[in-house]
């Protein structure tokens, strides 16, 4: 609901991870290849296209991902990534808050320099390739990120301090903090359309889950925060067993988890774990019919099924099939799609989106002029009826395959220019997840022999399942529904007229 919040100080010159200040102790004259971390857990390796995927876990609990990957970029995608996010701000007082500290933690000075306003812009600057932004919180996490302007150690080392001290020693100075609340402020105002209009489809389509649970906006209290509230709440969740560091790029794994050890070994928790807020999903609570009036907002008509987020497949090559199957079911159905609706210049389609929002939903959905929200449904209905039912052909899903793998096959062509950043967000959701990170050379590796395996019946099939997997809902959002007294029987009655069975009217 609030994903596209939060995406930290607009830097014009940085990619700068999250935000941290200078470490006290400096690197001058420091031997990077002579440091040790103190304790590390076992290591657990998955073989990638790129190199060996490294991941593990200090003595104090903080985890780390290392992909080493040769490329033409010139350094190292590094990533500091926070558990908690807006699901952890329960406490009153603190709506807005994680989001906040996000912001802080590029302006405030540390304790061992609490005269140094911006410190890690200062330092981390020179070091640092230019971004859009350097920082994002979503509802379960706040996520810090550079890309390095060389892969020398001692560069990463001076990063990685950074983050450290943003992690551990901030001093919240109120010059800091009243800066950044004019920061939060005025990009919450830019977003807040979208944001509520996302709130509210979430909360029609998604009872229950995270994204619904948090307020769209949920950034009240960020004018008004005493610097004691803050400080809790970053104290609470800024721990070594709730953060993760990643490095991608052309780097000694061995070597990067020396210096990752060398800076965050010491790190002691100092306070209670944040309690876990469950967030069941209850599909009983999806009514089976919504509408928007927003007179500003937009016109478009959508199914969706949404379900509990699945467990990851079991296995590497579980996963991999899960990923291709999604894939191709979308590329088949938007083709369908776009045959059945005759008209290319139209926006409508189909997707799968899996987890992040915590949940798993497939929509179809049509855009349309004003007055035609009538015909749209009826569209949607029969086209989802009639694939729930009858289903696509060999041909159909053949020429699907087809498409996935030149689509796939691009895909690895241009894998090598996904900035070494990118993948260090891809790896920190997936080891999050409990997920692989499964890279375009692969996907392309196997779909042959997975494609062959699937024939339409199968598809059809597995489609059919994925439908009645989750609970269905039929959405139209419009601003001629301002007019109408209770436009929800109307939309109801269009949609059953169009169903071609019983079996396909709404439920009751």
């Not at 857990?41 to 290392?66: F, M, P, Q």
């Not at 590029?106 to 320099?113: C, D, E, I, Q």
């Not at 793998?405 to 241009?414: F, T, V």
Request: positive net charge; glycine residues 8%; contains cysteine.
């Amino acid at each position: 609901m609030r994903k596209s919040q939060g995406m930290g100080l607009r830097l014009a010159c940085v990619v700068l991870a999250a935000c941290l200040p200078l470490v006290t102790t400096g690197c001058t004259g420091w031997n990077p290849h002579a440091a040790v971390p103190a304790r590390v857990a076992k290591d657990v390796t998955a073989r990638v296209a790129t190199g060996r995927v490294v991941t593990g876990r200090l003595a104090n609990g903080l985890r780390y991902a290392i992909l080493p990957r040769r490329s033409d970029q010139p350094g190292l995608g590094l990533v500091m990534r926070n558990e908690g996010g807006f699901i952890a701000e329960r406490r009153p007082g603190e709506r807005g808050l994680a989001h906040l500290i996000e912001h802080i933690a590029f302006l405030s000075p540390t304790r061992g320099a609490p005269d140094d306003l911006r410190r890690f812009v200062r330092i981390g600057l020179p070091l640092t390739l230019p971004a859009p932004s350097a920082g994002s919180t979503s509802w379960r996490e706040s996520n810090y990120y550079l890309s390095t302007r060389t892969a020398r150690a001692e560069d990463l080392y001076t990063l990685l301090s950074l983050f450290r001290e943003s992690a551990t020693d901030l001093t919240f100075r109120a010059d800091a903090v009243d800066t950044a609340r004019g920061e939060v402020v005025r990009e919450m105002a830019d977003k807040r359309l979208g944001n509520a209009i996302h709130a509210d489809y979430v909360t029609a389509i998604a009872p229950g889950s995270p994204n619904d649970v948090i307020d769209a906006q949920n950034s009240d209290d960020v004018p008004t925060a005493g610097i004691a509230a803050i400080r809790a709440l970053y104290e609470r969740l800024y721990r070594p067993d709730t953060t993760m560091i990643v490095v991608v790029g052309d780097v000694d794994p061995a070597l990067a988890r020396a210096l990752i050890g060398k800076r965050f070994s010491d790190w002691r928790r100092r306070a209670a774990p944040p309690r876990r807020v469950p967030t069941p999903f209850n599909g009983a609570r999806i009514r089976p019919v919504s509408a928007s009036a927003r007179p500003n907002g937009r016109r478009t008509a959508l199914i969706s099924v949404v379900m509990p987020t699945p467990a990851p497949a079991a296995g590497r090559a579980g996963q991999v099939r899960a990923v291709l199957i999604d894939r191709l079911a979308v590329r088949a159905i938007n083709g369908w799609i776009a045959a059945a609706a005759g008209d290319a210049a139209a926006r409508r389609g189909a997707f799968i989106e899996n987890g992040d929002p915590g949940y798993r939903q497939i929509m179809v959905w049509t855009d349309f002029a004003p007055g035609g929200w009538r015909d749209a449904v009826g569209d949607l209905r029969r086209w989802t009826c009639d694939l729930a039912t009858d289903g696509l052909s060999a041909a159909e899903w053949d020429a699907a395959k087809r498409d996935l793998l030149a689509d796939l096959r691009q895909d690895a062509a241009a894998a090598g220019r996904t900035p070494n950043v990118q993948l260090a967000l891809d790896l920190s959701h997936a080891v999050a997840d409990g997920r692989r990170l499964i890279l375009p050379d692969e996907l392309l590796r196997r779909a042959p022999e997975m494609l062959r395996s699937v024939d339409a019946r199968a598809a059809n099939g597995w489609w059919r399942r994925q439908w009645r997997a989750g609970t269905e809902h039929l959405r139209v959002e419009a601003p001629e529904w301002a007019s109408a007294a209770d436009p929800l029987p109307l939309i109801r009655a269009a949609a059953d007229q169009a169903a071609g069975t019983p079996a396909c009217r709404l439920r009751d």
